[in-house]
C-alpha cells in the first residue's frame, strides 16, 4: 500500500535529482559496479536515493539542509534496516569531490554485504 502512494514521489524525484546524484548515478546505472542499483527506490514509507536489492544495501546523499535533520535521517535509517537493508551515506560534496573515493567505499560495502 505505502509503495503505492510513494510512487509518484519516487518518479519526481527521479526527475529532480540533484547534481550529485546525477554524478552518482552515472557511475551506479548499468551494474559498473558489479551490481544493479536502483534509483530512488520507495521502502516502507521512504524514498532511498539509491539501492542494490541483491546486496540489500542503500546508499543515501545528504546535503546541508541534514544537519539539521540527523535525528530525522537515524529514524529513517532505523526503518530501513528494519527492512533488512543496510544503509551508508555521503555528503553531496564527498561525491562532487571525491567520487572515486565514494565508489570504493560502496565497493567496499558490496563486497561486505556480498559475504554475509
Known sequence: MARKRLTPVARKLRADMTDAER???SRLRGEQLGAKFTKQFSIG???ADFACRSAK????????QHDRLAKA???RTQMIEAHGYFVIRY???DVMENLDGVLADILRH????RNR
Open 57 to 64: 544495501l542503500i546508499v543515501e546523499l545528504d546535503g546541508g
Open 73 to 75: 535521517d537515524a529514524a
Open 45 to 47: 514509507n521512504f524514498v
Open 110 to 113: 558490496l563486497d561486505i554485504a
Open 23 to 25: 554524478l552518482l548515478w
Open 91 to 93: 555528503w553531496n560534496s
